[in-house]
């Protein structure tokens, strides 16, 4: 049966990978094929102009590569490797899937393949069917130029011109001739003329080096552009022309433009995903407008957006979330200016998330934020584009590195840390402690400002997001507004916060000191010991006594506190480090259940949930019974819930949406609320199934191992 398109939008992101251009004297060379930044399902990813990975955003199933299951909400750098030229995720999900999951592809100067990510159906092409949080390579090849991952298969074109497809094939997406999957790449066809390839919904689209422009897969609006609503196991070719030169497949429609620098579109024109002022589906390219000037277009979920060769840059299709970037919710049939700069090198649209890259090399972002893709550091929306990297992160050269000329990879933010200090800061930045904009400067003074937000992504790493909010009438910074609503600043007085004012090291102290308390773990009572504790103000010393005694802050020399002084971003980090490491540390680091209740739960049961081998699910009306669950811890200190669940009720369950689960104190104080990830479908009467409940913060901390000491509680929408 024919995969569906799950319409439950609200959660649901889905995201571009950009297509390398064609050129009609394509040498299949890495200098001709760089992607530099890929937008995911819930997670991107970019390359740097040094040559390192970075990605960010949601990680379920180890789409980011970084060797964990938990969410970034900041840029985190994948390995330490600085050779990667190109990369791709996939950007859709197949029905009843989390949009927290997905599988990424990169290729490095020396011609090699590498992935991870899901792998359900042989996606990632290394033989097994294992999700894989670390790259992995693929094979021994290394001539590899450019890849492209699908919602479950993977594509990919060899300097040879070859054209390769694995993964999974149930509507011939992988234009073998055959709807079999492949869990290693297999070859398409013989031909050694392919230049180009696009295949991220269930459809492909390939250019040839004569300018022919081919399709196969799922064609059930038209999207293959053929002429049919017939699905092709094989590549067909698409009209006659000879003059295509990108192309850009969506989930149910594709895009591409001609060597005259014409745009044209095909396939659903839901919400005037076309651009061609019209509601009409075409199961033939249609031109859009009579523009000779379009440089680059990329297809996202029902929608489009396209650059042309003054740096302008234009969309049209669903607006939700106000992704199209125009400041208002309104769809557009036609192609509108968004902006008025015009520095736009390329973008990257999806479902719910934009991700775009400027002529200077700065990297911007707009869209749903549920888990941190935009990389902004916190998981708010945004409905206008904010930069993420600043000038000259990103190269948009389209030039591969040099395998025999290798980059000495740059600190973050091109300014070094001291030396003291370069380790600290670049395990704080690999541990996601660090937002982006503090990822420079070092050795600058820290502002009031700046330190909330340490204060904002360490609290919200631990404990979950911050709901509450205190607002000032000198600053509209969410992180001041966040850290002030869980007591850890104040303002100066009438109203005002004084965001932009140094942060002095006394005030440092009192912060940190408040945010323990605020995490719920104080931190203990001491006398300072410093020769210049008289100099340290009457309300900061209990502080300043508690941060030494903790070993969090220590003197500027000749045991000396300096409370007036500045503390600069260096320093700051190295302390949000070192408080990071003092509650992990104190976390219990065992990867077995800490206890179990069990009321009617069968071995069968118990032995499928401890190897989370279940199916998720959850409720969205109707009544349950909580009839056992398990509490762990993982390697990395996270916290998983195994909860097994009967349907009480004479009728089935509609699984859709639950409410927030949260484990408390028996006080009633909250120590953690749990994101939760599942299937989507029914649960039949007296039925008894197993849910995972992931708490996907750094880590989660719980004094002791007593778990009876905590309760569980959730609510269930009726």
């Known amino acids: 049966m024919k995969k569906r398109i799950l319409s439950i939008a609200l959660t649901l992101a889905v995201i571009f990978a950009i297509v390398p251009a064609f050129t009609h004297h394509a040498e299949a060379a890495l200098s001709r094929n760089v992607s530099v930044i890929a937008t995911g399902a819930s997670h991107t990813m970019a390359i740097k102009a040094d040559g390192t990975l970075w990605g960010w955003g949601g990680n379920w199933t180890g789409q980011l590569g970084d060797g964990t299951f938990f969410d970034k909400h900041t840029p985190t750098q994948i390995g330490s490797d600085s050779n990667w030229v190109y990369v791709t995720t996939s950007k859709y999900l197949p029905d009843g899937k989390s949009e927290n999951q997905g599988h990424t592809l990169a290729i490095k100067a020396d011609g090699s393949l590498w992935a991870w990510g899901w792998n359900a159906y042989g996606q990632l092409g290394d033989g097994t069917t294992t999700d894989r949080h670390a790259p992995v390579r693929i094979g021994t090849g290394t001539n590899w130029v450019s890849v492209s991952a699908g919602v479950e298969h993977t594509t990919a074109l ?28 297999v ?33 059930n609006v038209g999207q293959l552009g053929d002429g049919t609503t017939v699905d092709r196991l094989s590549p067909v ?59 680059n277009v990329s297809t996202g979920y029902i929608r489009t957006a396209a650059i042309k060769t003054d740096g302008s840059f234009w969309a049209w299709g669903n607006n939700a979330f106000g992704i199209l970037g125009d400041g208002t919710g309104t769809s557009r049939n ?23 890259l400027r002529a200077d090399g700065s990297l911007w972002a707009w869209g749903m934020n549920s888990y941190g893709q935009l990389g902004d550091g916190t998981r708010d929306d945004r409905h206008a584009h904010q930069m993420i990297w600043g000038p000259g992160s990103v190269s948009t050269e389209q030039s591969a590195l040099s395998p025999t000329q290798p980059t000495t990879p740059q ?36 502002t009031r400002a700046e330190f909330c937000a340490l204060v904002v ?132 680091q065992v990867n077995q259940p800490l206890d179990f209740r069990d009321w ?32 762990y811890y993982t390697d990395n200190g996270g916290l998983v819930l195994i909860a097994f669940i009967r349907n009480g009720m004479s009728q089935a369950l509609n699984i859709r949406s639950f409410e927030p689960l949260t484990i408390k104190t028996m006080d009633g104080r909250v120590i953690a609320t749990a994101n939760f990830y599942g299937n989507y479908g029914t649960i039949q009467p007296t039925q008894s199934i197993i849910w995972r409940f992931n708490f996907s913060r750094e880590f989660v901390m719980i004094q002791g191992a007593d778990v009876s000491k905590y309760i569980v509680t959730s609510s269930v929408r009726h």
């Open 158 to 185: 060899r300097a040879d011109g070859s054209l390769w497809a694995w993964g999974c094939n149930n509507l011939g997406q992988l234009g073998d001739g055959t709807t079999s999957d492949r869990h290693t790449p």
């Open 187 to 219: 070859r398409i066809g013989s031909g050694t003329s392919w230049a180009s390839v696009s295949a991220e919904g269930y459809h492909a689209l390939a250019t040839r080096t004569d300018g022919s422009l081919w399709a196969w897969g799922w064609n």
């Open 237 to 295: 070719r698409v009209g006659v022309e000879t003059d295509w030169r990108s192309v850009s497949a969506s989930m149910i429609h594709s895009a591409a433009i001609m060597g005259d620098g014409s745009l044209w579109t095909w396939g659903s024109n839901w919400v005037g995903a076309l651009g061609d002022g019209t509601s009409n589906n075409s199961s033939v390219p249609v031109r859009v407008g009579s523009d000779t000037n379009w440089a």
């Open 334 to 356: 036609s192609p509108v200016r968004i902006g008025s700069d015009a520095s736009w090198a390329s973008v990257s649209p999806g479902y719910a998330h934009v991700t775009a």
């Open 411 to 446: 600190p973050p933010g091109g300014t070094n840390p001291s030396s003291w200090a370069q380790a600290d800061v670049a395990a704080a930045i690999n541990t996601g402690l660090v937002p982006q904009t503090l990822q420079s400067l070092y050795t600058q003074a820290m």
């Open 457 to 588: 992504t360490l609290y919200e790493m631990l404990r979950g997001d911050i709901v509450g909010r205190r607002t000032f009438s000198d600053t509209n910074d969410i992180n001041v507004q966040k850290a002030a609503a869980i007591g850890v600043v104040d303002g100066v007085g009438g109203g005002r916060f004084s965001p932009n004012s140094q942060l002095t090291r006394e005030q440092a102290a009192t912060m940190l000191s408040r945010l323990a308390n605020a995490l719920g773990n104080p931190l203990p009572e001491q006398a300072a010991t410093f020769s210049d504790n008289s100099a340290v103000v009457s309300w900061a010393r209990s502080a300043v006594g508690q941060v030494q005694a903790a070993g969090i802050m220590g003197s500027t020399g000749s045991n000396r506190f300096s409370p007036k002084g500045s503390y600069t971003r260096e320093q700051s980090i190295v302390t949000f480090l070192r408080m990071y490491n003092m509650f992990r540390a104190q976390a219990p």
């Open 600 to 631: 009617d739960v069968t071995d069968e049961q118990k032995y499928w949930a401890q190897n989370y081998l279940n199916e998720l699910g959850n409720p969205t009306s109707g009544s349950i019974d909580v009839v056992g669950f398990e509490l």
